[in-house]
């Protein structure tokens, strides 16, 4: 049992540096916060920590040994997750003023049902062709190969539960009275900003390669 201790406390200290880390996640669940309220960027953030789940689980099994090694299956999902990041990043780009009192008023939820906050989240974890390296490498130098696949397991649901906590932190801090009505005065400006840091993260993702 000190082992898995041991195992899990090495994992989560590599894990809190990235879940930290700016990226498509905290892009996605932050214009969540902004653009939709509260409830939608929670939601978002239970999406990404599923989409963590998939990643652990196909390195566990050990599909992400075969997707890492597979120019192939590298730049299906690459390419994926470029096209994604672009296409977020347009319509942020090409959306109007957003008045974020009225948004409040309906309760910060807007016209966005939950089914699509919970897959914007997701999708943008999903589709990041390097959470396969990530997860490949830490849990091959981290996790013994004579762990119990159960035990992996819970590792990566403490792992996607820390995720979650942090983005539903992010989500409360961006939905206070007094940051909805700093960025209401700046909807517009904020999802230009927003657009082109999706965009800009899209190029960055089509110049990665597979290692």
Known sequence: MSSYLLELASLMAI?????VSPGADLAMVMRQSIV???????????????????????????????ISQSIYLFNIVKWCGVAYLVYIGFK?????????SVEAERGGEGEQSPLRAFGLGFLANALNPKAVFFFLSIFSTVVSAHTPIAVKFGYGLVMASCLVAWFV???LFMTTPRMRAAFSRAS????????????ALGIKLATEKAH
């Open 169 to 171: 932190g992010v989500s």
């Open 92 to 100: 942020a780009l090409r959306a109007g003023k957003t008045d974020l």
């Open 36 to 66: 939709h309220g509260r409830r939608a960027a929670i939601i978002t953030s239970f999406g990404v920590g599923t989409a963590l789940m998939v990643h652990v689980t196909y390195t566990i099994l050990g599909l992400g040994l075969i």
């Open 188 to 199: 517009q400006w904020i999802d230009r900003a927003s657009g082109l840091v999706f965009i």
């Open 15 to 19: 894990f809190s540096f990235a879940i």
